[in-house]
């Protein structure tokens, strides 16, 4: 097996906030190796409970969607590669050596990344890992207005987990989730960042700028990771959307009151301009 080897790119959140774009859009580079699936929830399993639950479910649904595909695209399937994915999906997972196994197909030319927006969550022991573990990397941190964010993650979670005629009850349960407080707590997790990585290595970047700046906001990021410039196709495409759901008008208020806060932690931390274009 060729030797592992650890990102040199991560993206740590936030949830609902672009990282699917930026996975993909990276990915077309050459000079960019991403994993068969993304979200590795290397960091988030060691460190948070609640996502211990569910991780290696996530990883074996996306190895074996990746075999799929490879199989469905590709004339002649490449054994070795298949041999790799049903290696990653062996015991132990989602230890230090699995995870550097992940990206040992890659180019010793091309710069890994993993996006995983659970890793925001870590808190103060998991940063501390990160740290030492890949002390490094780049990484980046995408923003997302904290209401805007949370109605994204509260359709999701309820396109997932509703019943079809929800009774104010039912909305409750979601509301009660510790997701729901956790993936968007900028306030609690930003300082946390902050005190062990400075700005040349993390990057904070605004969600709005996918759409505004799609350009502009990849030339942020370039510069950042130290990559070449790059003629990307189709810059602001959406490469996921949040499926339709209804939310009452009470549901939708106690949202935008749960994000008050977060709202005026990064116009204080990042200014007004910076949550105009978060959204």
Not at 29 to 42: G, I, N, T, Y
Not at 145 to 160: G, T
Not at 206 to 232: T, V
């Amino acid at each position: 097996m060729t030797k592992g080897r650890k990102p040199d790119i991560v993206c740590i959140g936030a949830q609902k906030a672009g990282t699917t774009w930026l996975h993909n859009t990276l990915g077309r580079r050459s000079d960019v190796w991403v994993p068969p699936f993304k979200e590795l929830h290397f960091f988030d399993n060691k460190f948070i409970e609640e996502c211990r639950e569910w991780a290696t479910g996530h990883v074996k649904r996306g190895l074996k969607s990746a075999k799929e595909r490879h199989i469905e695209k590709t004339p002649e399937p490449d054994s070795e590669y298949l041999e790799h994915l049903k290696r990653l999906g062996e015991k132990p997972m989602l230890n230090g050596t699995w995870y550097q196994s992940i990206f040992s197909r890659a180019p010793a030319t091309s710069a890994c990344l993993d996006v995983t927006p659970e890793y925001s969550c870590i808190g103060d022991e998991g940063i501390q890992f990160f740290k030492k573990f890949l002390p490094n990397s780049k990484l980046i941190y995408l923003i997302r207005h904290p209401y805007d964010r949370l109605v994204s993650q509260f359709k999701m979670n309820a396109s997932r987990k509703m019943r079809r005629d929800p009774e104010f009850d039912d909305w409750q349960l979601l509301l009660d989730m510790s997701a729901m407080a956790t993936r968007g707590d900028y306030m609690n997790h930003i300082p946390l960042w902050d005190t062990y990585f400075t700005p040349d290595q993390l990057l904070y970047l605004p969600y709005g700028m996918i759409r505004s700046e799609p350009l502009k906001l990849l030339r942020k990021i370039e510069d950042h990771c130290e990559l070449s410039e790059y003629d990307y196709p189709e810059p602001s495409k959406v490469f996921h959307k949040t499926a339709p759901v209804f939310l009452p008008q009470d549901v939708l208020k106690i949202l935008e009151e749960r994000t008050a806060p977060q709202v005026d932690y990064i116009t204080s931390r990042f200014g007004s301009d910076f949550l105009k274009q978060s959204r």
